[in-house]
C-alpha cells in the first residue's frame, strides 16, 4: 500500500498518508444470546413450513422428517439449507449440539450457525463475524435479490485478488529512500484498497470486512484455506504485492506461468529463511560492503565505480549462480556495466584480490601489446568449485567498454556457442546473466534487440536472468525525464518475462526474489527481470559531486544507514548472530584485503592476458602465442570440388518439390560443375562444405541469408507441396561433416553482429559469419564495429576470428544500397602508412598476425573462397571485412576455373595483369591499380579503346594489411616512367584513396605520383538519379584511359 510510507520527505513536501484497512473497523456489535438466537431459527423454520417465503413456493414435493444423530454431522445429500427446509426440529437439535461443541457436527453445519448466529464460534467471548456470503447462497437460494447479492460480491472479490495481482507493484514500498515512487508516478490505482472508500468501487463497503468469501483458483493466499474474511484478504494480497516487492507478471499470456508465480509469492509465509542462510548472506553482505570500504580507504581518489547503494547485488548474483548450480548449471557468462565490476570480479568470479588492487598502482607497466583498457572494463573467466553446491562451476565474465549495454548480445552469442557445442539444446548447463543500470536499460536500442533474439530458434538461450542496478538516476539525469515508461523494466514486457521489482535496502527479499528468477528461468527456460531498486551514494563515479544536480536526493542519502548497519542489527536482534560474531566476520575480510593490498605491491607488470573472457587453451601455446607462423595453402582435390559441386546442384532429399525457377539454377550450377567453372555462390559453396569437411563448424547469419538478398544462395530449399517442410544440401555432403548452420536474423544489425561477435567467441574451431543486407547496414552495428571487432585484441588480448559480408557496389541503387564504406574499416586499420616493412620470414602470415583486422575485396570466385578458408586455416584469428559484389554474382566474366582452386593453389592479395601488357611491361605508359566491380567496367573500356598494351590494370584483393611486397614487385616490374593511377568507383572522400595514396608513395619512396580516377568528392556515398550515375561512370572511364589526362599537371 502507498500508505505513509513516505516519513518525513526530504523534499520538505509534506507526505501522503492513506489509511490502513486492517486497522480501520470499529468495535462490532455484541454477540446474541444462544437464546434469541434459537428463537430466531425456530421462527425461520417455521416460516419454511408456512410457505410464507418467497423462495420456498414452487418447489414442490413433501417435506420429509429427517433426525439423523447431530455428532455424526449432515450427509453428503443434505446440505444446512435442505435441512432448514425440511424440519425445525432437525435444525434445533443441530443447533444444540454445536452449542455444546462446535465440533459435534459436520463443518458445513459449524459455518452455517457461526454466520447466522454472527459469531466465529460457540464462545460468545470471541468476536463475532458477519453471516458468510456462500452460506447464504446456499439458503437463499431461491432469493433472486439475495442470489445476486452474493454472487456479485464473491465477483468483487475476485476481481479485487486480480487488480492487486495486476496492478499492486505500483503501490509497493520499493524505494528505500522513500522520495521517489518507483514507476515514476504518485497516482494510486483506484481499484487498490488504499482508503475504506475504495471498497466502494466493488459494491462493498466496511460491514463487508469481515464476511468470508471463497477464494478463487487464481489466487494461493489461502494458504490451505479455501476461505478468508475480506479483511484478510486485502491484509494478505498487500502483503504478497504492495511490500518490498512488486510483481508484474498478469502481462504473461501462459496460465501455467502466472500460476506459478502467485504460488511464489502468495503462498503465506513463503518469504522464511532459516538462521543458517541468513548467516550466508550476512557474509556475502560483508564482502560486497567492506570491499567498496577498503577500495575507498586506499584510493580515495580514484575512479572505480563502486556499489555503494546496491551492496546487496553481490549475495544477488551469488544466490541465482547457487540455485542455478543445484538445478545442474555448470557454466554461467555473465555481462555488466562498470558500476560495481570490481566488486563482482572480486566476490562473485573470485578474481585473485592482488590482481585487482595492483591495476591502481599507477607505476605498474603494461606486459601486452595493444592499448589494454581501464580496470573497471576488464572481464575474466574462472573455473571454481560452488561452496554451496559443491559442483564444479565456470564463470565468465565478458569485458565491455563503456557503452552501456553493447555486451548484451555478445554475451548471448557467446552462451548460445557454448551451448550449441556441447549439445545443451534446452539451457540446462550453461546460461547467461546480464546485469544492467536503469537509464541504460531504458534507453538503449540494443537491448530490445536483445530481447526479440531470446526465442528465435538459432538465437535463443533459453532464458537469461537480467538483474537491473536501478539508482533511480542516471548520472545526472533525472528518471522522470530519461523515460517515457513507468518503469526502467517495461521493455521486458514485450518477449512475456515476468518482472520483480524488489527494495535492495531488504536483502532478504532481494535474495528471496533472486532465488525465483533462477527457479523460473530453470523451469520454464524463458527471460526474467530482476529490478533491484537502490540508490547511488555517490556521483557517477567517486570524483563527481552529485549535489550539483540532485540536492534533495542527496541529502537523504547522506542520512541513509547502509543495508549492512541494517540487517546486521536486525539478526543480533533475532539472535541469529552476536555482535562478537559479526564484528569477527569483519575483520576476517579486512584481513583478507590487508594481506591481498600487500601482495600487490610486489607485481610490477600488468598482463591483461590473465583477464581474458574467453581463453582458448588448446589453440594457442602457454604463452598464449600462435603455435606457428605459417599458413598452408588452401587448395582442394578436384574429387572434393567435384562432390560439393554436385550437392550444391541437386536436392538430397527424396519426394521434396523446389520451385522451378530453383531448378533452373541447380541445373545451371550443374552445368558449371561440369565445365569445371564456379561462380560466386558456388565458390562460397565450396568454401564452406570444404570445412564441413574437416570438422569445422560454418554459421552464417543476418537478414535474409538463406536465399540471399540477391537470390543467388538458396542454401536452405522449401518444399512447394508442404509447409515448412526444408532441406539444406550442405548438411549433406559428408556422413561425419560438421553442423552448418544457416539462420535468418531479425531485421537488426547492433543486436545481431554482436550475437555473431559472441559465438565466435566460444571456439576458434569454427567460422561464424555475419552478413548485412546491403554493405551500408552496418552503420547501425558501428558500437560493435568499433568498440569489439576493431580493438577487442588491443584492449583485451581476445581473438576473433568474426567474418563481416557486405555487399559493395556502385549500380545506380542510390546511396543507401551502394556503398559499404570501406573507408571507415580502412581508417581503423592500424598498419602504419608512412613505414616500408621488413620482407623477412613469411611476410604475409606476419603482417596478418600484427594486424587488428583483414579488409578483402575479392574480384573473383576462387578468391573468395581462397580467403574463406584461409580464415580457419591461419594458427590465429583475426577479424575478417569482406566487400562482397551485387552485380558480379552472375557477371559471365566473374567466374573461376577449378584450375584457381586445386591443392597447391591459396589466396591472392594482388591479382597482376594477365593480358598482352604482361609480356611487354616496358612497354606500358599507364598502371591502374583498383580492386573490386571497377576491373571489370575498366578491362571492357580497355577492350574497346584498344589499349590493352599501354595499360595494365592490376587487382589489390587485399587492402588491409597492404601487400607492400606485391605492390612494389609490380611497380617495378613495369615501365619506371609509367603513371602510377588509383581507381576507384568510390568518390574521391571514401572508398579506398585515402589509404592506399599514402602507402603506394611509401612504395616509391615519394619519388614518384600517384594519380586518381574516380568519381569527385561527394556528401552522399552515391547518386540516386541513374542517368547520373552512368555519366559519372562513362566520366571516369574516360579519364582512365586519356594516357594525357594528367600532362602537364604536377600533382
Not at 532478504?508 to 523460473?520: D, K, L, P, S
Not at 557486405?806 to 580502412?826: I, N, Q, T, V, W
Request: charged share 25%.
Amino acid at each position: 500500500m502507498k500508505n505513509a510510507k513516505k516519513g518525513a520527505c526530504p523534499t520538505g513536501t509534506e507526505s501522503r498518508v492513506t489509511f490502513t484497512v486492517t486497522c480501520s473497523v470499529g468495535r462490532l456489535r455484541s454477540p446474541a444470546a444462544p437464546e434469541a438466537t434459537m428463537s430466531q431459527f425456530r421462527a425461520f423454520a417455521g416460516v419454511l413450513r408456512s410457505g410464507g417465503c418467497p423462495w420456498w413456493r414452487g418447489c414442490g414435493g413433501t417435506l420429509s422428517k429427517y433426525r439423523p444423530d447431530p455428532r455424526r454431522g449432515c450427509s453428503s445429500e443434505t446440505t444446512p439449507a435442505q435441512a432448514v427446509t425440511s424440519s425445525s426440529n432437525y435444525v434445533e437439535e443441530m443447533y444444540f449440539a454445536w452449542l455444546e461443541d462446535h465440533k459435534n457436527v459436520h463443518e458445513s453445519w459449524d459455518a452455517f450457525f457461526r454466520n447466522m448466529r454472527g459469531t466465529s464460534s460457540p464462545s460468545a467471548e470471541e468476536v463475532p463475524t458477519r453471516p458468510s456470503a456462500l452460506l447464504q447462497g446456499r439458503v437463499l437460494s431461491h432469493f433472486p435479490d439475495a442470489t445476486r447479492k452474493v454472487v456479485d460480491d464473491h465477483l468483487a472479490v475476485h476481481t479485487l485478488i486480480r487488480a492487486y495481482q495486476i496492478r499492486g507493484h505500483h503501490v509497493a514500498q520499493l524505494d528505500p529512500l522513500g522520495i521517489l515512487d518507483a514507476d515514476l508516478d504518485s497516482f494510486v490505482p483506484s481499484d487498490l484498497i488504499t482508503t475504506i472508500e475504495k471498497l466502494g468501487f466493488y459494491g462493498l463497503n466496511e460491514s463487508d470486512l469481515d464476511r468470508s468469501f471463497r477464494l478463487p483458483h487464481t489466487t494461493f493466499i489461502g494458504g490451505g484455506e479455501t476461505t478468508l474474511t475480506l479483511r484478510e484478504v486485502i491484509r494478505r494480497l498487500e502483503a504478497s504485492y504492495c511490500g518490498h516487492v512488486g510483481v508484474e507478471f498478469m502481462f504473461i499470456n501462459n496460465v501455467n506461468q502466472c500460476q506459478w508465480i502467485r504460488q511464489k509469492f502468495e503462498t503465506p509465509g513463503v518469504m522464511q529463511f532459516a538462521n543458517a542462510e541468513k548467516r550466508t548472506l550476512l557474509a556475502r553482505l560483508i564482502r560486497s560492503t567492506r570491499f567498496e570500504d577498503f577500495l575507498a580507504r586506499k584510493w580515495s581518489s580514484e575512479k572505480r565505480f563502486g556499489l555503494e547503494g546496491c551492496e546487496v547485488l553481490i549475495p544477488a548474483l551469488k544466490t541465482i549462480i547457487d540455485i542455478s548450480s543445484a538445478a545442474g548449471v555448470d557454466s554461467v557468462i555473465m555481462g555488466m556495466p562498470h558500476r560495481g565490476r570490481l566488486n563482482v570480479l572480486a566476490n562473485v568470479i573470485r578474481k585473485d584480490l592482488d590482481q585487482i588492487f595492483c591495476q591502481f598502482d599507477p607505476k605498474l607497466e603494461a606486459a601486452d601489446e595493444g592499448s589494454g583498457d581501464v580496470k573497471y572494463h576488464l572481464g575474466m573467466y574462472h573455473e571454481r568449485i560452488n561452496r554451496e553446491t559443491d559442483k564444479n562451476i565456470t564463470l565468465s565474465l565478458m569485458a565491455n567498454p563503456s557503452h552501456l549495454e553493447a555486451v548484451d548480445p555478445v554475451v548471448q552469442g557467446k552462451a548460445k556457442a557454448e551451448q550449441f557445442y556441447r549439445g545443451d539444446t534446452l539451457g540446462k548447463k550453461v546460461m547467461s546473466i546480464l546485469m544492467h543500470g536503469d537509464a541504460a536499460f531504458a534507453g538503449q536500442g540494443v537491448v530490445y534487440e536483445t530481447f526479440h533474439l531470446s526465442e528465435l530458434p538459432s538465437y535463443t538461450t533459453h532464458g537469461t536472468v537480467h538483474v537491473v542496478v536501478n539508482n533511480q538516476i542516471g548520472f545526472t539525469t533525472d528518471p522522470r525525464v530519461a523515460r517515457s515508461s513507468p518503469y526502467p523494466t517495461d521493455v521486458a514486457r514485450v518477449v512475456n518475462a515476468p518482472i520483480f521489482h524488489v527494495n535492495a535496502d531488504n536483502p532478504e527479499a532481494v535474495i528471496y526474489v533472486c532465488g525465483v528468477a533462477a527457479e523460473w528461468r530453470n523451469t520454464f527456460n524463458k527471460d526474467v527481470v530482476i529490478d533491484l531498486v537502490s540508490y547511488r551514494r555517490f556521483g557517477h563515479n567517486e570524483m563527481d559531486e552529485p549535489m550539483f544536480t540532485q540536492p534533495l536526493m542527496y541529502k537523504q542519502i547522506r542520512r541513509q544507514e547502509p543495508v549492512l548497519k541494517k540487517y546486521s542489527d536486525k539478526l543480533i536482534a533475532e539472535g541469529v548472530v552476536t555482535l562478537q560474531e559479526f564484528e569477527e566476520e569483519v575483520a576476517k575480510y579486512d584481513k583478507i584485503c590487508e594481506e591481498a593490498y600487500t601482495s600487490s605491491k610486489d607485481e610490477k607488470i600488468s598482463n591483461i592476458r590473465h583477464w581474458l573472457d574467453s581463453p582458448w587453451p588448446d589453440f594457442f601455446t602457454a604463452e598464449g602465442e600462435p603455435k606457428t607462423m605459417s599458413c598452408p595453402p588452401t587448395g582442394l582435390d578436384e574429387e572434393v570440388l567435384q562432390h560439393i559441386g554436385r550437392t550444391a546442384s541437386s536436392v538430397p532429399l527424396e519426394d521434396f518439390t523446389i520451385h522451378p525457377g530453383l531448378s533452373r539454377i541447380l541445373r545451371s550450377r550443374a552445368d558449371l560443375v561440369k565445365n569445371r567453372q564456379l561462380d560466386w555462390a558456388l565458390g562460397e559453396y565450396v568454401a564452406f562444405g570444404s570445412l564441413l569437411k574437416d570438422g569445422i563448424h560454418v554459421r552464417l547469419s543476418g537478414q535474409d541469408v538463406e536465399r540471399g538478398t540477391f537470390s543467388h544462395r538458396h542454401h536452405v530449399l522449401h518444399d512447394q507441396k508442404m509447409d515448412k517442410r526444408i532441406c539444406v544440401p550442405m548438411n549433406h555432403l559428408w556422413t561425419d561433416q560438421a553442423p552448418y548452420t544457416v539462420c535468418n536474423s531479425s531485421l537488426s544489425e547492433y543486436g545481431v553482429l554482436g550475437f555473431e561477435l559472441g559465438f565466435a567467441m566460444a571456439s576458434p574451431d569454427a567460422l561464424v559469419l555475419w552478413e548485412a543486407q546491403f554493405g551500408d547496414f552496418h552503420n547501425t552495428a558501428q558500437c560493435i564495429i568499433d568498440q569489439f571487432i576493431s580493438s577487442g585484441q588491443a584492449k583485451w588480448v581476445r581473438n576473433n576470428g568474426i567474418v563481416l559480408l557486405l555487399p559493395h557496389g556502385m549500380e545506380g541503387m542510390g546511396p543507401e544500397h551502394s556503398s559499404a564504406r570501406p573507408e571507415r574499416f580502412l581508417q581503423m586499420s592500424k598498419d602504419d602508412p608512412d613505414h616500408f616493412p621488413d620482407f623477412s620470414g613469411d611476410f604475409e602470415v606476419q603482417q596478418l598476425h600484427d594486424c587488428n583486422w583483414i579488409v578483402v575485396n575479392c574480384s573473383t570466385p576462387a578468391n573468395y573462397c581462397h580467403a574463406l578458408r584461409r580464415q580457419i586455416l591461419l594458427p590465429f584469428r583475426k577479424p575478417l571485412i569482406i566487400f562482397t559484389p551485387k552485380s558480379l554474382l552472375r557477371h559471365p566474366e566473374a567466374r573461376s576455373s577449378f584450375d584457381d582452386l586445386i591443392n597447391g593453389t591459396r589466396f591472392k592479395r594482388l591479382i597482376p595483369d594477365q593480358g598482352p601488357c604482361s609480356q611487354s611491361p616496358d612497354q606500358v605508359r599507364r598502371l591502374i591499380f583498383c580492386t573490386g566491380k571497377v576491373y571489370y567496367e575498366l578491362t571492357k573500356e580497355r577492350k574497346q579503346q584498344n589499349l590493352e598494351k599501354e595499360v595494365a590494370i592490376i587487382r589489390l584483393e587485399q587492402i588491409s594489411p597492404f601487400p607492400f611486397d606485391l605492390v612494389r614487385a609490380e611497380v617495378e616490374k613495369h615501365n619506371s616512367s609509367a603513371e602510377l593511377v588509383w581507381c576507384q568507383e568510390e568518390h574521391k572522400n571514401m572508398g579506398y584513396y585515402d589509404y592506399v595514396r599514402p602507402r603506394f608513395l611509401t612504395v616509391v619512396a615519394n619519388k614518384r605520383l600517384v594519380r586518381y580516377i574516380g568519381r569527385d568528392p561527394a556528401a552522399a556515398p552515391a547518386t540516386g538519379n541513374k542517368s547520373t550515375h552512368l555519366n559519372e561512370l562513362r566520366k571516369f572511364m574516360e579519364t582512365a584511359f586519356n594516357l594525357s589526362a594528367f600532362q602537364g599537371r604536377k600533382a
